[in-house]
């Protein structure tokens, strides 16, 4: 039970709330230091790698310009089938992954085997390598050679990225919604909400809002994890990058690739940031007048 | 009709017999305080009469209807009894307003317009008007419970049940919750009330019960009860009460 000393916004979690990256909290000053050293601990990094024996062989292999600018219209088109298949993934994984986890929180006997089910499932799902669940669905499911079976490669790396992602992202709800303390549960049963209105309007707002970080975080792995699709043909960043680099015995077109997907996640990191911020800071604010 | 009649309950947690068999009745505008030492039984009993607890045996009636017979819409009960807990239990995601309209709009099927004009009465005649866009963690600890007791007035109960709720408060907040409950009962809400503020329950109640090991040991006027206790357990605890200065 909460005492009244850790409900109330403290000027210590104000402070901690104010600062993203770690900046800022030091003054002016405190960012003039944290520039300074980053310049000259990127300087010493620069200087280190350009000195290396192998260095002009790794510079024209990896770091070609012109090769850089021939292929990246190329691989950046083929990027948007991987945005294509996380959005589409992560869509259907936030939405399935909640409703495993409820199903899991489902308390008394009579649910045992919903439960039991959901929780084979999330074990079997985080223990089969990605790969392999996208290789024997997306070669397996179309062999199958029925009408209403769908053949594209596409189709069967969502589907397998759906079941794996799933996995994971139901066990992260499912820790958000144990961190709910009961009393909030008890204090929406006692108003007369039945056990699902306090599981919507309760439990589940509060349990989402406290996993947003970690599922963040899964959803960083799913959207590095669209590249494993191009093990079926699909031509997303990987594949096309891998056919410049056959092409041409370069492989500047894999750090192409690598920048693009870096390009994606480190916005969405931000977000997520950004979002937890705001959460708190309406929290603790006054809220809307 | 009486509004609470409690025969014969029986409350175990594994092997701890909490409940020994309460007899009780509570009549319609009647406030009872039950009192007694930490760990008789007060706060179970108040989560029986809600069917937060479930109960080993006995029988509860609320407003004449058997609420714990077989095949009972639990919700239905608990729209009819309020509660309000010693921590509060505010929705912490929720502004107060919102946290005051959630069950009259789910529970009540009220209109947004129908709950949040209620609310903001209620909230304006406590003294909360200007906190409605307020989330709980912004307010202090008074502020939380008085918007509490709102949250379970604002469903208009037959009867509402307080479990200690002054007790997580800073002693300056205590007044002001008590104050509220003062108007609830000049206004003649039905009231069980379990509370160590012996001040106020001789002050506010119309019975004073005291509980001890699971049963009611004795009850009566809080006069008799304050000044002149029968019961050798019930003098021990008001002594203890007055050498601790709690009264």
């Known amino acids: 039970m909460a005492s009244e000393g850790d409900r109330r916004a403290g000027p210590e979690v104000a402070a901690r709330s104010s600062k993203v990256l770690g900046l800022g909290a030091g003054g002016p000053r405190g960012v003039a230091i944290a520039v300074a050293s980053t310049v000259v601990f990127f300087a010493l990094l620069v200087v280190a790698v350009t000195h290396a024996p192998g260095w002009p062989e790794v510079h024209r292999a990896f770091f070609s310009w012109a090769q850089f600018r021939t292929t990246l219209p190329e691989i950046s088109r083929a990027f948007l089938l991987n945005v294509k298949i996380f959005c589409i993934a992560e869509a259907l994984i936030l939405v399935v992954a909640l409703l495993l986890a409820v199903i899991r929180s489902l308390p008394g006997p009579v649910f045992f085997p919903l439960r039991a089910l959901a929780i084979a499932y999330a074990d079997f799902f985080r223990g089969v390598p990605t790969i392999l669940v996208i290789v024997l669905l997306g070669f397996g499911a179309p062999g199958l050679g029925l009408k209403s079976v769908p053949t594209s490669t596409t189709f069967w790396g969502i589907v397998a990225l759906v079941l794996v992602y799933t996995a994971y992202v139901s066990e992260v709800y499912r820790a958000g919604i144990e961190s709910v303390h009961p009393s909030q549960e008890a204090a929406a049963r006692s108003l007369g909400l039945t056990r699902w209105q306090a599981t919507r309007y309760v439990v589940l707002p509060q349990a989402v809002r406290r996993v947003i970080p970690p599922l963040l975080n899964d959803f960083i792995g799913l959207q590095k994890d669209t590249a494993l699709v191009s093990t079926l043909g699909a031509i997303e960043a990987l594949n096309q990058a891998q056919i410049d680099v056959n092409a041409s015995f370069n492989f500047t077109p894999y750090l192409a690739a690598a920048l693009l997907f870096v390009a994606i996640t480190i916005p969405l990191a931000r977000f997520t940031d950004w979002l937890v911020l705001r959460d708190r800071r309406k929290r603790q604010a006054g809220g809307v007048r | ?247």
């Open chain 2, 1 to 247: 009709m009486s509004a609470l009649l409690l025969e014969g309950l029986r409350k175990s947690f594994g092997r701890n017999q909490v409940l020994r068999g309460v007899d009780l009745e509570v009549e319609e505008h009647e406030v009872v305080c039950l009192i007694g030492a930490s760990g008789s039984g007060k706060s179970t009993l108040l989560r029986c009469v809600n069917l937060i607890e479930p109960i080993d045996a006995g029988r509860i009636v609320v407003g004449g209807e058997e609420v714990t017979r077989r095949g009972i819409d639990v919700n239905r009960v608990r729209r009819r009894i309020g509660i309000v807990f010693q921590a509060f239990n505010l929705f912490p995601h929720m502004s107060v307003l919102r946290n005051v309209t959630l069950a009259p709009q789910a529970v009540l099927g009220r209109s947004r317009a129908e709950a949040e004009a209620r609310a903001r009465e209620l909230l304006g005649r406590f003294g909360l008007a200007d906190k409605t866009s307020d989330y709980p963690d912004r307010l202090s600890g008074g502020q939380q419970q008085r918007v509490a007791i709102v949250r379970a007035l604002a469903m208009d109960p037959e009867l509402m049940l307080l479990d200690e709720v002054t007790s997580a408060l800073d002693p300056e907040l205590v007044a002001e919750v008590l104050e509220l409950i003062r108007e609830l009962a000049a206004g003649g809400m039905t009231m069980v009330i379990a509370t160590h503020e012996m001040a106020f329950a001789r002050d506010i109640a119309d019975r004073v019960c005291f509980l001890d090991g699971g049963v009611i040991l004795e009850q009566g006027p809080p006069d008799a009860i304050f000044t002149a206790p029968r019961e050798p357990r019930t003098q021990q605890f008001l002594e203890r009460i007055v050498a601790a200065g709690r009264m």
